[in-house]
């Protein structure tokens, strides 16, 4: 590669050198970008996004959607400021970087690996058609600790349960340091067409994301500040706060780790230099530990996706009952706790892990409804909607995967708001209808005298719901159709 020339239109630009094509997915920063960093190193960089939704697994959601662009747009700004703007195209993703590569005579394509079943497989042909075409190519592992397939058992098998697979990634694991962002980059000669980041049409022409933006802010500056007040003021408290939904007791990193907007290598970096005590086998780095276990077993379960990874699931008598999905979409189940969940997800794009396990209990457990019906509502909805952590956990709380969850230990909704939410902010804060019921009944307002609901203003079956489903009932007729999936086909 020659040095770079002089600089042409206020960017500096390279003679006689063939470009270096960094095809960005996942991976919407500047910081700690293995294929960016490496291929600033040689020569003029254009950094490209394709929006290919027909080629992943799933098409992102709307919330995802929303996220994406603004992501992107925040991207397209850092990317300008370090001298070789970024380049949009839409449609099938190797015909466009190779139109690209035509347009500025890039010879090499640059790109950090995904391990997602469909998009690593296209990968795979992709390689060998662009090397048939005479690229150069070249992959980095930038989004996970480890990589998936370097994981096994002693019998050479992929794991299973999680607790043996993190003992086993905790000796392996020696993440270098984050690496730096490129002082600036070499813009190619000859620059490519690109489309305008509204063409993409990835918001909604009829805006729901107000509660999003007020909640977030996409891209690598939102990602490092909720890491630095995490390490500062919440860190320490983790383990006990990470199951109050009404604290800010957790990172709130997950949508920034999805979209690559920060490295699970910056985020471990950070925790190990906070100063907290024995990081390394805390709570929080578990739960990174959970982010890896996930794409291991999708990467090894591809199927999973849209079937149980445990058999007899397939036989289980799920429910269809249009009117009960739609109550629990709209939080209108008549169980506080649940619908509090479920209206801050549709409210803020994300919901508190520990809801995430009491909303999804009570749809495939007190309702029966299928799973995939909770996780398709999860992937459309979440602004973190990442498909091998949402898979996981779909899973794991309908007792048909991996390391899961019985499918007899059955949420009570009512004990799990007095445990975690024992003075009702949180459900106060979602369901305003309710804020002035006295704590002893805000998680089973039904149970309260008629004085207590009159004096609370509160008229149950009208400005808040009857419980759709009682309890008891319903947790014996989850176990009995368990047991049914237990006889012989």
Known sequence: WQEAGPSVNGYSSVSNTSPIIVWLRHDLRLADNPALHAASKLGAVVPVFVLASDEEDLPPGGASNWWLHQSLKSLGRQFNALGSPLIIRQGESIGELQQVAKETGATAIYWNRSFNPKIASRDAAMVENLRTSGFKTQSFRANLLLDPRA????????????????????????????????????????????????????????????????????????????????????????????????????????????????????????????????????????????????????????????????????????????????????????????????????????????????AGSFLVKHLRIDWREGANWFWDTLVDADLASNTLGWQWISGCGADAAPYFRIFNPVIQGEKFDPHGDYVRRWIPELKKLPPKWIHKPWTAPSIVLQDSRVRLGENYPMPIVDHKEARNAALDALKSIRQPA
């Open 151 to 358: 994981i096994e058992t002693q019998q050479g098998r992929p794991y299973t349960v999680f607790t043996p697979f993190w003992k086993a990634c905790l000796k392996q694991l020696n993440p270098p340091s984050p690496l730096p962002i490129p002082t600036s980059l070499i813009r190619p000669d000859k620059q490519p067409d690109t489309l305008d980041l509204h063409e993409l049409h990835l918001e909604h022409q009829v805006d729901w994301t107000v509660g999003m933006r007020r909640a977030w802010a996409p891209g690598t500056s939102g990602a490092n500040l909720n890491l630095k007040l995490f390490t500062r003021y919440a860190l320490q408290e983790y383990d006990h706060q990470r199951d109050l939904p009404g604290v800010v007791g957790t990172s709130r990193l997950s949508p920034h780790l999805h979209f690559g907007e920060i490295s699970p290598q910056q985020v471990w970096y950070a925790i190990a230099e906070s100063g907290a005590a024995e990081w390394k086998n805390s709570q929080f780095i578990t739960e990174l530990g959970w982010r890896e276990f996930a794409q291991h077993l999708l990467h090894h379960f591809p199927h999973t996706i849209n079937e149980p990874l445990r058999a007899p699931f397939n036989r289980f008598p799920w429910q269809k009952n249009a009117g009960h999905l739609q109550a629990w979409q709209k939080g209108c189940t008549g169980y506080p706790l649940v619908d509090a969940g479920m209206r801050e997800l549709w409210a803020s794009g994300w919901m508190h892990n520990r809801m995430r396990m009491v």
